[in-house]
């Protein structure tokens, strides 16, 4: 079965394909989709083909991406959201689940450090993948997300239950079905 991840921005987002049909993930593919377009609307058009285009090579079964998080800057917060928002309404349509992991969790479960920085994100995925070479940042961040999927599906990562009062899960972690 393979899983893919998916690191949104609105300049570069970064996706990351693992097999985890076997007891160990192996890696199949990452990269980047580069955003060019000048318009709001043209970049989510480019997110979403880029998306689509990577669902099409490698017919992942589910995929995983980081929830947002606050910025300081507005601005880049929005942006980054409706270019998170692009890459779930791609997947849906798709007929993949959608599963989220906040970044703190992501770094925690792929180095034991929730703040971790990018650098030691990226060795870890080269560790953990066994790749020849350090992946390029946001594929890296991109694989990290697709491997935390990976544990949660394992049963390795302790996930938060549903809230007793509201059915709802923590903010850690939300799964959409299409």
Same mark, same amino acid.
């Given at each position: 079965?393979?899983?893919?991840?998916?690191?949104?921005?609105?300049?570069?987002?970064?996706?990351?394909?693992?097999?985890?049909?076997?007891?160990?993930?192996?890696?199949?593919?990452?990269?980047?989709?580069?955003?060019?377009? =000048?318009?709001? %609307?043209? $970049? !989510?058009? /480019?997110?979403?083909?880029?998306?689509?285009?990577?669902? &099409?090579? @490698?017919?992942?079964?589910?995929?995983?991406?980081?929830?947002?998080?606050?910025?300081?800057? =507005?601005?880049? %917060?929005? $942006? !980054?959201? /409706?270019?998170?928002?692009?890459?779930?309404?791609?997947? &849906?349509? @798709?007929?993949?689940?959608?599963?989220?992991?906040?970044?703190?969790?992501?770094?925690?479960?792929?180095?034991?450090?929730?703040?971790?920085?990018?650098?030691?994100?990226?060795?870890?995925?080269?560790?953990?993948?066994?790749?020849?070479?350090?992946?390029?940042?946001?594929?890296?961040?991109?694989?990290?997300?697709?491997?935390?999927?990976?544990?949660?599906?394992?049963?390795?990562?302790?996930?938060?239950?549903?809230?007793?009062?509201?059915?709802?899960?923590?903010?850690?972690?939300?799964?959409?079905?299409?």
């Amino acid at each position: 079965m393979m899983l893919l991840g998916i690191d949104p921005g609105s300049r570069r987002t970064g996706f990351g394909v693992i097999d985890i049909s076997t007891p160990t993930p192996r890696y199949v593919a990452s990269g980047c989709i580069r955003i060019e377009a =000048a318009t709001l %609307a043209q $970049k !989510l058009a /480019q997110v979403y083909a880029g998306v689509a285009e990577v669902i &099409a090579q @490698h017919a992942p079964a589910e995929m995983a991406i980081e929830q947002v998080f606050l910025s300081k800057n =507005a601005d880049s %917060a929005l $942006k !980054l959201g /409706q270019a998170r928002g692009t890459a779930i309404v791609c997947a &849906a349509n @798709h007929g993949l689940d959608v599963h989220e992991y906040a970044a703190r969790r992501i770094k925690q479960v792929v180095t034991g450090n929730g703040g971790a920085d990018k650098t030691q994100v990226q060795h870890m995925v080269q560790s953990t993948l066994r790749l020849s070479g350090l992946p390029q940042e946001d594929a890296a961040d991109a694989l990290a997300i697709a491997l935390t999927h990976f544990f949660a599906c394992r049963g390795g990562l302790s996930l938060p239950s549903r809230s007793r009062s509201t059915g709802q899960r923590s903010s850690s972690w939300r799964h959409y079905r299409p």
